[in-house]
């Protein structure tokens, strides 16, 4: 009894960490709604929530980061980024990474100027399309929020079916 209620707290606690990390950078959003959603499914001995769901939730996780770099890098596009902004912009965000919050928001928009500053645009072009990656990557962390709640949508009709 004292384990079921300890695996509920902790489910909780780790999704509500979840959800927030699905806006703030700084914390690994999607693994830890997930483990959270496992600890949910133990708790009541993968009676209600098996395999198969969790299998799913863990591909909606695994999604979640693949919305958020790709939005950037249409965002990026929409606002006619070249070639080398592209690319500019995604290193740019995987180097943005490792420095935390600032670091995410700012590596891909200095990454798409320093691609489109390389390609000879002009500064207003390549501050135009620094911009466009940031709008890209908020649409990111908007389409990362959609999935997490998915996920627990997901997990409540199993659990009650």
Same mark, same amino acid.
């Given at each position: 009894m004292e384990q079921v209620i300890v695996l509920w707290i902790l489910a909780f606690v780790l999704c509500l960490s979840g959800l927030a990390g699905m806006v703030l950078?700084? @914390?690994?959003?999607?693994?830890?709604?997930?483990?959270? +959603?496992?600890c949910a499914a133990w708790a009541e001995g993968f009676t209600y929530v098996g395999l198969w769901t969790l299998l799913a939730l863990g591909v909606l996780a695994a999604l979640s980061y693949l919305v958020e770099f790709v939005a950037s890098l249409v965002g990026a596009k929409r606002f006619g980024a070249s070639r080398?902004?592209?690319?500019?912009?995604?290193?740019?965000?995987?180097?943005?990474?490792? @420095?935390?919050?600032?670091?995410?928001?700012?590596?891909?928009?200095?990454?798409?100027?320093?691609?489109e500053l390389l390609?000879?645009?002009?500064?207003?072009?390549?501050?135009?399309?620094? +911009?466009?990656?940031?709008?890209? +990557?908020?649409?990111?962390?908007?389409?990362? @929020?959609?999935i997490g709640i998915a996920m627990i949508g997901i997990f409540l009709v199993v659990r009650l079916l």
């Open positions: 950078p700084a @914390l690994p959003g999607a693994p830890l709604l997930f483990a959270g +959603l496992v080398k902004a592209l690319v500019g912009a995604a290193v740019g965000g995987l180097l943005g990474l490792m @420095l935390g919050l600032p670091g995410i928001v700012l590596g891909p928009f200095i990454g798409a100027v320093v691609g390609e000879l645009r002009s500064l207003g072009q390549a501050g135009r399309v620094g +911009l466009g990656t940031v709008v890209g +990557l908020a649409v990111g962390v908007a389409g990362k @929020l959609a």
